[in-house]
C-alpha cells in the first residue's frame, strides 16, 4: 500500500506496533479504533485510512505475530511435494491436542470455555481472533502453494475453512472413542481434505 | 447368502430378530455370540456361519433397523443432481444438532458422556455401535449413487468416514462462536466435501 498525502509516512507501522503491544498486554483485548490510534499517536483518521475495519487491523496484527513466531514454516520445503507439505501443516495445528486422555483434557478446556455456558463477549471475542490466526496461517500456507503453481488460484479463504472444519472434525474425534487406531483414519481425512483442495 | 446344509433355514433371520430384540431392550447391549444364539435358539456354530464376527452381525442388525425406520430416504429422489440430494442427506444428520443454545447443549450431552472422563468399556460400545449405524448410513448413500452412477465405484467405507469428519467438525463449530452466520459457511463446506466425494 502506497501512503497518501494524508496520512504521516511511517503510521501504518506505528499502529501496527501500538496494536501487537496491546494484544501482547491483553490477548482478549478488542483493537478498538480509538484506542488504537490514541496509542500509537496517530489520528483515527489516518487509523481509518490504513485498516478500515477492526477486523481488517486485527488480521494485520495476527498475521504479523505469525510471520513473527514460525519462520521457518515447513509449507517452504520444496523437496516435499506439495499435497504431504499441507498435510504435514495441518498435522501441526492437530499435534497439541494429543490422543486418548490428552485430546479429551485439551477438548475440556474448550468446553468450559466456549461451550458450557454462553461465553461473554471478551471470551467470544477471543476465541474469534484465535479462530483468525488460524485461518490466517492455513491461507498463508495456501498461498504458498498457489505462487509455486501447485495450487490452482481460487478462493483461499473458503479453502482454508473447509480445512479448518476437517481439522476440528478430527480434533473432537481424537476425543471420542474410536474403534481403530485414530492415527489411520485421521492419515486418509486428511489427505482427502487436502487432495479435494489441491485438485479444484 | 445362500443356506449351508449345516444350517438350518431361517436361523440368519431368527438371529437377526434376536439381537434386534436385544439391542431394543437396552442400546448400548454388547452382542455376545453366546447370548445372542442362546436369545434365538440357534447353536453358536450356526450364528458364526452367518455372522463371523460380533462386528459383522451388530452391523446387519444396525442397517436392518435403519432400513425399517427411513424406508422414503431423500437419496432416492431422483429428480434432485446427486451432490444437492447427498447435501441434503448430511444436513439430516446435523439437524438434530440446532444452533446456539441448542448446539451447546447437543456437544454437553456427548461431552459428559464420552469425554469429561474415560468412557466405561459399556458406554465405549455404545458409542461406537451408534458410529457403526451413522457410517452405515452414509455408505448407503453413496451406495444408490454409485448405482446409479454419480459416483464412482470405489472405498465408500473411507468416503463415508471422511464426510463424517466434517460433520463432526460442523457439529463442534454450531456450538463454538462463529463471526458470520454459522450456516452459510456450513453450506460451502459440505458442497465441498461432496464435490470432493463426488470428483473422485
Redesign the interface.
Known sequence: MTESASSKPGSRHRILVAAATMLGENPAARLSVRSVAARAGVSTGSLRHHFPTQRVLEDAVLAGIYDLVAPDDPIHDTDTPARDRLVGCLRQILAPTGTG?QA?AA??Q??ET???T??TEE??QG??AL??TMQHRVEHWLAVLADEGALPHGDNA??A??L??????????R?????ESVLV?EN??LF??V??IL??
Open positions: 486422555r479429551r477438548l475440556r474448550t468446553y466456549l461451550i458450557a454462553e461465553p471470551t467470544r476465541y474469534l479462530e483468525r473458503q479453502r475453512k473447509f479448518l472444519t476437517v481439522v476440528n472434525g478430527l480434533t473432537l474425534e476425543a471420542l472413542p474410536s474403534a483414519s486418509a481425512a482427502a481434505a487432495d479435494a485438485g479444484g
